[in-house]
């Protein structure tokens, strides 16, 4: 299945967070909030009024609290976001 996002709106994989501990044992983030970092993996056309400004690969930080989270097979989670609500890339 493929997500092929609408108007100005931008499909993210959310970025897995680990910690590390100080003797260098990883953590994976289970029990913590789900970062606020997203790579692109599609873009919508925009609209006659926005222009849009990102492109698929890109990695991105957007708004805590924006986007629908979607479940695709098993193991694939994305959100889909606006434009809007994208604050930076990350270069």
Known sequence: M???PLNDRVVLKQMVQEETTKSGIV???QNKEKPQQGEVVAV???TEDV???VKVGDKVIF???SGTDVK???NE???IVKQDDILAIVE
């Open 63 to 65: 708004s805590k609290y």
């Open 27 to 29: 953590l994976p983030g």
């Open 77 to 79: 989670e994305y959100i």
């Open 2 to 4: 493929k997500l092929v």
């Open 44 to 46: 919508g056309p925009g």
């Open 72 to 74: 695709l097979d098993e």
């Open 51 to 53: 222009k849009m400004q």
